[in-house]
């Protein structure tokens, strides 16, 4: 194995060298991020209006696009540091197996018990709960990660903590479940009996196995008709954005530890909150025009916001019961194909990526889950680690541009955002391994459907 | 949070301060482990009738009591840093849960994606084969770790992997088996079709779920019956001993660079694996009249080896196709309650732990499953990791020592091995969260039906 002088496998921060604060991008934007509208009104939404539904300093968080460096309190800092600094690990192996001239490095997030970054932000809208004087959080948990990060952080404070996840979920990843539920929170399938929209669609759907769109709306109604709880959301906003440039602050501190300047950034996409995290402080340098990196976002071809998507405003849910923000969307009403099998089903993106994007700042890109997969079992056995599908995208885009550079002979520095593992995964892996596993692109009759459902008004116009 | 100065929540090694070689404990005993022995001429193995089940360079350090280090071949060194150094963790929040003046530490060995410290024999055990030319090694797997470490080091070097998986496991952990899968392994249900022993026990037991003991004979009969195959073992053995030397030297490494003494070293215990390579540098200062420490061996209560056990020789196996080894044993024919959750259900133990602990070096302990549940979720919820049932032995006792220390007062430094993560155990902490757990001990009259069992010949008397 080659191994370069002086770069180690694995570059660990030390305690010492790890953040103190976390950078908010929208700072350095000379063009600010579309505010969330209030959807009856259509005028930005208020620190009131949103401090109904999420605690006060995570609204305050939210709503300041100005405060480059928000300090991380002394007791999120002692919890990072029971599964932080995660590693920035130079893909030696990958290399040597595509033998490319590249240089891959990626930040893995995966080990800790979630099982993915969630718990970056997990933690800091835990602890502001807790030091609001809450009781409890509720939330909305879909493949299960962000659900058990939540109820990690709530059972490190001693917070409540309520876990709606999809039915279809709850009855086809127990375990995941379970490991919420070990962790201390109550974990109710949805739709439920235990809230009045929930009902309601038990009435009108008896057999429905749940949705995203569903289960946020249960979530928002336990929070806002029960005392001393609010509601927590693992992606898309602006607060998860700040709480994960964790992510990218110590992958900069340990590539500038050892002097290496990435050349191109990779990161999956879902609703934005890792890829967002990752490139924030590099993306920084590049708007004060510091620095010129190539940023790539990867998402599902299934599920393709970015690069097929509209740049408008639109609902974050399903149901409809959210503020509107402006993003690329693929309207709130879609759903990707049943046989997709990762995350990042999202059907919209950060406001602040799409603001990005929208410039010309960040590149995206579309992959079919088969390449996906083939790109994370190469990886799987080369460099040991077992990925989640969602991260995989990112696997998939980084192989892709080092073997671009094996045919041109550039030696480019490729970091990309490893934000997970796939131990849960397995159903979707086996379909792979069987040779069962197929590909699924959208129509635009398919796209058009969702898009009808992206709200009307002057200045929305999609088209 | 009280942290103490100086003194990191995990400490790492640098690369440059990895082991380089590995520490064979035989060779500070005064006092020899008993050799193995051939069942039909009670004589010592010879180091040729090893040699056809074994790999060569194995059957060496298997059989070496002398040569105290052994060089760690360069390949493995590369192998060792995609996942080592694994961080020794302060449990500063264990700590303030317990309210307890002992200094906590535990060296963490799940960040890999076999979940445990098999990896660490693993690879070793896969290169040797590798390097002797051969295509393929084969083994039996239980609850899938040691299968899964397998796999991997056989994906990254190339080499062919046979396993078989006991048929209720297979069934019950589909995806561990497709953990293997995707790293190329070819997993069979065990008792299969595709071994004359397999074939004969199924038409014997036409609806048996099989048992470690089959499995295990199936894998040698598949090893000694094709060209270029061996057969490899995850514990118990010496060589595991050897390699897993590897946990020891590092935490021994960690705690000298920041100047800490232990006081207590503890870790679970089935085969030993773990234990011995986790204790192995203390015990050798021990020794050799250098040091002087407590050690503590966790076995469950179901399982109880060394406090219930018989030092005696016997077969390594159910099947009795094995050499006979001296150690702590229940008799090969004891299976542990259908009720036990956890891993640790191996008759019997190592004999360099046998023989430290028939020489009043090495202390033990037997727990019961509901009291490790209750360690091990506690434990969860403070340090944020999910232990393995396994590993949660060691946690219980760690913390039953702790809460001595609080009584007393004393500040003892504790060091205990985390084994391993419980991800594919959620079927385990599922029965725990819902209450429905029980326990089990043997009957005195359970034990006597295993130690009939155990063969009988001059200077092998049990009682």
Redesign the interface.
């Known amino acids: 194995?080659k191994?370069e002088k002086n770069i180690?496998?694995?570059i660990?921060l030390?305690?010492s060298e790890m953040p103190k604060a976390w950078y908010n991008l929208r700072a350095d934007m000379k063009k600010k991020p579309a505010p969330l509208l209030n959807p009856e009104t259509l005028e930005p939404m208020t620190a009131e209006e949103l401090g109904a539904v999420f605690c006060e300093e995570l609204v305050k968080q939210e709503l300041d696009t100005e405060t480059a460096y928000f300090p991380i309190p002394q007791?999120i800092q002692?919890f990072y540091?029971?599964?932080r600094p995660s590693p920035l690990?130079r893909a030696?192996?990958l290399e040597e197996k595509l033998q490319t001239p590249a240089k891959i490095y990626y930040k893995f997030e995966g080990?800790?018990?979630s099982?993915s970054h969630k718990l970056n932000s997990a933690i800091a809208q835990a602890y502001y709960a807790k030091n609001q004087g809450l009781k409890g959080v509720t939330t909305e948990t879909g493949a299960g990660q962000w659900g058990t990060a939540l109820s990690?952080a709530c059972?490190?404070l001693g917070l409540d903590c309520k876990v709606y996840m999809v039915k279809v979920s709850y009855e086809q990843k127990?375990?995941r479940r379970?490991?919420m539920?070990?962790?201390?929170a109550e974990v109710t399938p949805s739709p439920s009996e235990t809230t009045a929209i929930g009902r309601k669609i038990l009435e009108e759907h008896p057999g429905t196995t749940g949705s995203l769109g569903c289960a946020i709306s249960e979530a928002v109604e336990a929070a806002t008709s029960k005392e001393g709880y609010r509601y927590v959301l693992g992606s898309v906003l602006n607060q998860v954005m700040l709480h994960q440039s964790i992510i990218g602050l110590e992958t900069k501190a340990a590539l500038d530890k050892y002097g290496i300047t990435p050349d191109v950034i990779i990161g999956c996409a879902g609703g934005g909150s890792n890829l967002g995290g990752l490139i924030a402080p590099f993306m920084g340098e590049q708007l004060r025009g510091e620095k010129n990196y190539q940023f790539i976002a990867v998402e599902p071809a299934s599920c393709p916001s970015l690069t097929r998507g509209k740049y408008a405003y639109d609902f974050c849910d399903t149901g409809k019961v959210t503020p509107l923000a402006k993003m690329y969307t693929l309207g709130s009403g879609f759903i990707p194909s049943a046989n997709h099998a990762g995350g990042l089903r999202y059907h919209g993106m950060s406001s602040t990526l799409s603001e990005l994007y929208d410039q010309g700042l960040l590149e995206a890109r579309s992959v079919e889950q088969t390449a996906v997969f083939e790109a994370a079992?190469m990886f799987?056995?080369?460099?040991?680690?077992?990925p989640a599908p969602e991260s995989s995208h990112a696997i998939r885009v980084a192989i892709d541009e080092a073997m671009k550079c094996k045919e041109t002979g550039e030696e480019k520095t490729i970091v990309f955002g490893l934000t997970g593992?796939g131990?849960?995964d397995?159903v979707a892996?086996?379909k792979f391994?069987n040779g069962e596993m197929t590909d699924y692109i959208p129509t635009d009759e398919d796209l058009a459907q969702g898009f009808a459902g992206i709200p009307k008004f002057e200045g929305n116009e999609i088209d």
Chains 1, 2 share one sequence.
């Open positions: 194995m191994q180690p496998y694995k660990y030390e305690e007791e002692d540091k029971m599964y690990v030696y192996c080990n800790n018990t099982g990690m059972a490190y127990p375990f379970e490991v539920r070990t962790y201390g079992k799987a056995q080369v460099e040991g680690i077992l593992t131990y849960f397995m892996y086996e391994n």
